[in-house]
Structures are given as structure tokens and as C-alpha cells.
């Protein structure tokens, strides 16, 4: 076709993103009953949705031939109360990924840099040569853990953007606070720095306060999600924190109504939900113990995480999680990070985390793992 020699030159270039399978796609390719398939790959909430939030979603659900309030007000009210920041100083998207879009249209373009650290979630790589910036990876110290100075280091006169993912997906790995206030030191004031805690409120270790960063006007801007700790994620909504005066920039490729009704509604109801928040840390404790026990035995190497994943070490992770996928188990393979022996797998229920527990096993006495 004529009209892809048209196409924007660095797009051409861009490896799109592999989600987790979904569960009727593996029944399909594997003739599987897809009521007994067990998906774990995407780090999706383990109880399902908050109840607060479906109730609102059924309330409304007559509203919805309307368009969404553009300003997300209510939400917008309820979280600058929350956070103690003001209303303008959130911005709203699709999901906190649409964010990430909006930071990379506003921030970068060809002879602008990125750094981020190696093994860091794979959209900030994508986003960037889709704009025909410049990746700027900065290898992992011992246990695939940031390294913040090496990733100060590397920042130059053309670095717009530092993406740190905390806790870190897909590695689980947590920043300490004096790690990020030492960081935070030596990054010049004309660099943003982006930290995406998709993860913050089911962290399972001393989350750093970055907000105060954002409230003593350093240049930087703290990402949020729904879809994790709230069980949000098929419905889209998530939040950035920063100046009034960067949101009002980062608003300027953002369209009228990207944030949906039903999605702002279920995000402020979700944020009363506190007993299902203590519900999903209590389970992502177990399931962490769980997993960690079942490496030990098995002698699998393992990275300690602190989200609601785990990173194992079982050797040609691709093959691996094909194997798994055939025995009705989906988990997450990790090429695209450049971790290549390693699979990813997200915390599910007692039920499905055991599931996943005989279909190691099983592939231990194949002699696969
Ligand atoms: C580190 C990180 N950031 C951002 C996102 C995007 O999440 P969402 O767009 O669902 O808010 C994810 C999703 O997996 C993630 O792991």
C-alpha cells in the first residue's frame, strides 16, 4: 500500500505494546474451557471491583446519553482534598497511561531525550520513539534494582523527561525515600521527572512520599491509577499530580471527554471503598508469601517485589509461559523488558495463585523449569 511510505518516519519504527492474552483468545488457540483458564498476567486487581464503585456505575448508567463532566469536578474535589492539593493541580486521562501520552506529545520530539532505567514498564521506550526521541536506558544495579544515580548521571542538556517507576513494573522492586531525596538533588530544574506509582496504594513497603515534591514546586509530576488498587482498569481512569502550571501544558493535547462518565463516577465512589483497599493489601500479602515460598521450594530465583507481581527467573520465559498458557495458566512473558529467562506473574486469588503452583510443578518434573 502506497500510503505507508507516509507514514510519520518514527512510528514505522515503533514495536507496538503486547498486553496480557486475554482468557478467550488462550481457550480459543488451545481448546480450553475458558471458565477454567487462570489469568494472572496483567497485574489486575485480585478482588474483582470495588462494590462502592460498581454500585455507582449501576446509578449511572441513565446518565449515560450525556457527556462526561469535561472537568471531572467532583473527582477533581475529592482528590485535591485527599492529596491537599489544589483542584488545578490534577489532570485526568484514560487510564494513567493516556497521561503518559500527553507527556510524551508535549515533551518530546526528535533531539529530545528520555532516561529511564533498564527493565522500567515498556511504554515509556514506545512512547518515546514514537515521538523520535531519544531512549536514554540506564542499566540495573544488583536485584534489577533503579539506579538513581547513574540515572542522574545521564541526564544532558537535551534530557526533557525522567520516567521512575515505583514500585517498578514488571520487577516489583521499591525505591527508598532517601534514594528519591537524594535523586531529587541533583536532577536540574529544567528536566521533569515523572514518577508512575500505578502501584502506590497497594504497596506492600514504605511507599516514598513524592507529592511533596510536587507541593514544594520542583519540577516533576506523580501518576495515579484506578486500575490497580481499586480494580478499575477495564474502565479507564487514572490522574497526574503537578503545578497548576504544567497540568494547564499537559491538558492541551488532552481531548474534552477522555475521562468517561461512568469512570469518573466509579473513581470518586471507589475512593470511600477503604475496606476493599485492606482487602487487596491482605490478599497481595498472602499471595507474596505464598509465592515466595513456592520459589524457595522449587529453588527458583525470584525478585522480593512490593507490588502485587512477582518476577521468576525459570529460563526461556517465553516458552515458559506457552507451556503454562497449554496447561490453562496465563502469566506474563518478559522479552520486550529484555528479560528473557524471567516470567512475570500477577497476584491472583488463593484459588488461582495455587493453580499456577501445580503448573510449575508440573513443569518441574517435565523437567521444562
Ligand atoms: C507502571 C505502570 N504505569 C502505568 C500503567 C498504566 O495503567 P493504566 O493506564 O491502567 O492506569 C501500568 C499498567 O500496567 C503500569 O504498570
Redesign the pocket.
Known amino acids: 500500500m502506497k500510503i505507508l511510505d507516509k507514514i510519520n518516519e518514527p512510528v514505522s519504527k515503533v514495536r507496538p505494546y503486547q498486553p496480557g492474552r486475554p482468557i478467550e483468545d488462550v481457550a480459543r488457540d488451545f481448546g480450553l474451557n475458558p471458565d477454567e483458564i487462570v489469568k494472572i498476567a496483567?497485574?489486575e486487581s485480585v478482588l474483582g471491583v470495588s462494590p462502592k464503585a460498581q454500585k455507582a456505575l449501576i446509578e449511572c448508567v441513565s446518565n449515560l446519553h450525556r457527556y462526561p463532566d469535561a472537568g471531572a469536578w467532583e473527582l477533581r474535589d475529592k482528590l485535591s482534598k485527599k492529596m491537599n492539593l489544589e483542584p488545578d493541580q490534577f489532570i485526568f486521562g484514560a487510564?494513567?497511561?493516556?497521561i503518559?501520552v500527553f507527556l510524551a506529545q508535549v515533551f518530546l520530539g526528535p533531539g529530545k531525550a528520555v532516561v529511564a532505567s533498564a527493565h522500567a514498564?515498556v511504554?515509556y521506550k514506545i512512547l518515546t520513539a514514537m515521538m523520535g526521541g531519544d531512549f536514554i536506558e540506564v542499566p540495573v544495579k544488583a536485584g534489577l534494582q533503579h539506579d538513581l544515580d547513574a540515572m542522574a548521571k545521564a541526564i544532558t542538556p537535551e534530557t526533557s523527561l525522567v520516567f521512575v517507576?515505583n514500585p517498578?513494573?514488571p520487577t516489583g522492586t521499591l525505591i527508598s525515600q532517601e534514594e528519591i531525596d537524594n535523586f531529587m538533588e541533583q536532577v536540574p530544574d529544567d528536566v521533569l521527572v515523572v514518577f508512575?506509582e500505578?502501584?502506590a496504594e497497594i504497596c506492600l513497603g514504605e511507599m516514598p512520599d513524592t507529592l511533596s515534591f510536587v507541593k514544594k514546586g520542583k519540577t516533576c509530576i506523580v501518576?495515579r491509577?484506578f486500575?490497580k488498587a481499586y480494580g478499575l482498569?477495564g474502565i479507564?481512569i487514572?490522574y497526574g499530580m503537578a503545578s497548576a502550571e504544567l497540568v494547564s501544558e499537559l491538558n492541551k493535547p488532552r481531548q474534552p471527554f477522555n475521562a468517561n462518565l461512568a469512570a469518573q463516577n466509579m473513581a470518586v465512589a471507589a475512593l470511600d471503598d477503604d475496606e476493599f483497599l485492606q482487602d487487596s493489601i491482605e490478599a497481595y500479602r498472602s499471595a507474596k508469601q505464598y509465592y515466595e515460598q513456592l520459589c524457595n521450594e522449587l529453588e527458583l530465583e525470584f525478585i522480593p517485589s512490593y507490588a502485587n507481581f512477582v518476577l521468576i527467573k525459570t529460563g526461556n520465559g517465553g516458552d515458559i509461559a506457552q507451556k503454562l498458557m497449554a496447561l490453562g495458566v496465563i502469566v506474563r512473558p518478559l522479552q520486550p523488558y529484555l528479560l528473557d529467562d524471567w516470567i512475570r506473574v500477577s497476584f491472583g486469588t488463593a484459588e488461582e495463585n495455587q493453580a499456577f503452583g501445580s503448573a510449575i510443578k508440573q513443569l518441574r518434573q517435565s523437567n521444562d523449569v
Request: some cysteine.
Open positions: 496483567s497485574n487510564g494513567s497511561n493516556e503518559l514498564f511504554i517507576c517498578n513494573n508512575d500505578a502501584y501518576l491509577t486500575s482498569a479507564r487514572g
